[in-house]
């Protein structure tokens, strides 16, 4: 992947992963919000760099827009971040990120997230996520125990509480006091939390407790 894209990725370095149907509310570039504070982050708690891939509609002028956003990012970061963005994805793409990276990121508008499957196949994968609790997340998520959560739960009338600004700002708290020093400095955990991510999620997100469900709870009712 490093040969193909020339990205220059280093192994050493904390990778985070978002792949993505780049439709607006999914936010493909709220990691991006305030650049100035993730450079510092960068530097001041430990390296971080960035692999994004998706698709957008031919007909969502919005999602067409994001990714040139990201690619726009990605130059300007060059010399801190590494951030690339995986052109062409597809199920092969897929399957190698969900299982080449660090942290998996997953940043909707909620309560807009149906589901959330990359981040179901990075569990199973070991690989904790990073996620705003809409979708498969609410039930997945014990923190700092399968990841972290970005913001608090939605809730029915209260949609400001999840401003685009105040989820950013979580994103970063998140990354600078709780993953980041976790992968750095005590590396026996942040393998522990690998496999909770396994353990607990991978057990319990899968095709065969889906099937299941829909037989017991809508098929045969």
Known sequence: ??????????AGVLTLGFAWRAATYKRGDLLFSD??????????????QAICAGKAHPADQGGKEIIQHVFQIAQALHK?????????????????????????????QPP??????????????????????????VEGCIEGVTGWAIGKPWQLGN????????????????LENAAIPLYYNNRDQFAEVMRHCIALNGSFFNTHRMLQQYIQKAYFI
């Open 159 to 174: 949609e400001e509480g999840h401003d685009r600004s105040q989820d950013a700002a979580s994103l970063y708290d998140k």
């Open 112 to 137: 807009l997230e149906a589901s959330g499957t990359s981040g179901m196949k990075a569990a199973l994968n070991g690989v904790p996520s990073l996620s705003v609790l809409d979708g498969w997340w």
């Open 35 to 48: 650049l100035e504070r993730l450079k510092r982050i960068s530097s001041r708690s430990g390296k971080i």
């Open 80 to 108: 801190e971040i590494k951030v690339t963005y995986l052109e062409d994805y597809d199920m092969f793409l897929a399957q190698m990120l969900t299982a080449g990276v660090d942290v998996w990121l997953n940043t909707p």
């Open 1 to 10: 992947m490093n040969r193909k894209y020339a990205a220059q990725m280093d």
